[in-house]
């Protein structure tokens, strides 16, 4: 399985910004997508934005759609979220994640399992004033 880090989380207030990265080790060539997920308390693990390794493509949720940028760097294996205008509501734990089927559009971003996607541990990005 591939290894995913996660840092660059923290607090910030309303209308600020940050930069997530996402480290992969370990058997990355076997993971065309990346994916960013977030969890806020009481609530389910869902997706935020995607990309693709091969075509670069990408994919955002609607609620961070203008808002937030993933990009990648293959070279470094490094998956970046940029973050901008950040609202109360974006406040959860971001998580990066793949498995062997994820793909990165409406029809076929998912969340991956807990037993068959491989995780990072997250990261906090709490939003406040």
């Known amino acids: 399985q591939v290894q995913l880090v996660e840092s660059g989380g923290g607090l910030v207030q309303p209308g600020g910004s940050l930069r997530l990265s996402c480290a992969a080790s370990?058997?990355?060539?076997?993971?065309?997508?990346i994916g960013w997920f977030r969890q806020a308390p009481g609530k389910e693990r869902e997706g935020v934005s995607c990309?693709?390794?091969?075509?670069?493509?990408?994919y955002y949720a609607a609620t961070v759609k203008g808002r937030f940028t993933i990009s990648r760097d293959n070279a470094k294996g490094t998956v970046y979220l940029q973050m901008n205008n950040l609202k109360p509501e974006d406040t959860a734990v971001y998580y990066c994640a793949t498995d062997s089927t994820l793909g990165c559009s409406g029809r076929d971003f998912y969340v991956p399992s807990l037993e068959f996607g491989s995780w990072g541990q997250g990261t906090q990005v709490t939003v406040s004033s």
């Open positions: 990309i693709a390794s091969a075509r670069g493509d990408t």
């Open positions: 370990g058997f990355t060539w076997r993971y065309d997508v």
